[in-house]
């Protein structure tokens, strides 16, 4: 490769290999979904903690049951091609059910985002992609007390604390001198 032809073939390569490891993940999805329908999993290594149990058994830190199930949603919601092309990692925003509403908008996008770049989006952009069609699926937090409101809260906290405080003091000082006239009354008797 010369510095004046660039690294296009290069490029090409890598976004072949990512897109046969985006295309690998639904492969294994779909090979799971099998094993799950056939039942074969309750025989292997981690089957008597049930279907969750024998993912993390089997395949521990790679796949979780909540992926699995996202990634199986999402194959039957845009299909299979699409998710090969989008990443299973990204199914946790696709099938959202506020998602679902804009779901033509959202394919519309997702196709325009592989067609100029070649290569499967970030989870992140596929967020934004559904939180731009779709924002009801990601609803604002909303913050209900100002700084300032929090800054009072405290003040009063902090004074009520220093009144509690000294009525403690002024119960133990009550205390200890009722214990000292309970000693005089036994020395004297």
């Not at 073939?9 to 099998?34: H, N, P, T, Y």
């Not at 679902?100 to 067609?115: D, N, S, Y």
């Not at 209900?144 to 809260?153: D, G, K, Q, V, W």
Request: glycine letters at 8%; charged letters at 30%.
């Amino acid at each position: 490769m010369s510095a004046k032809k660039g690294c296009t073939k290069e490029i090409q390569q890598v976004r072949d290999i990512l897109a046969g490891i985006e295309s690998g993940w639904v492969d294994a999805f779909l090979i799971l979904k099998k094993v799950e329908a056939e039942g074969s999993w309750k025989f292997a290594p981690g089957g008597d903690g049930g279907f969750e149990g024998f993912i993390q058994t089997n395949f521990p830190g790679k796949i979780t049951q909540n992926l699995y199930r996202k990634a199986i949603s999402a194959i039957s919601i845009y299909g299979e091609s699409l998710v090969r092309r989008v990443g299973v990692h990204s199914c946790t925003y696709l099938v959202r059910d506020e998602a679902l509403k804009g779901r033509k908008k959202i394919v519309a996008k997702l196709e325009a985002h592989l067609k100029k770049h070649g290569v499967a989006p970030l989870p992140s952009v596929v967020r934004e992609i559904v939180k731009e069609v779709c924002p009801a699926a990601f609803p604002e937090k909303k913050v209900s007390t100002s700084t300032a409101e929090l800054i009072r809260e405290n003040a009063a906290l902090k004074s009520r604390v220093r009144v509690l405080e000294a009525e403690v003091s002024l119960l133990n000082a009550k205390l200890e001198e009722k214990k000292g006239t309970k000693k005089k009354l036994r020395e004297v008797a």
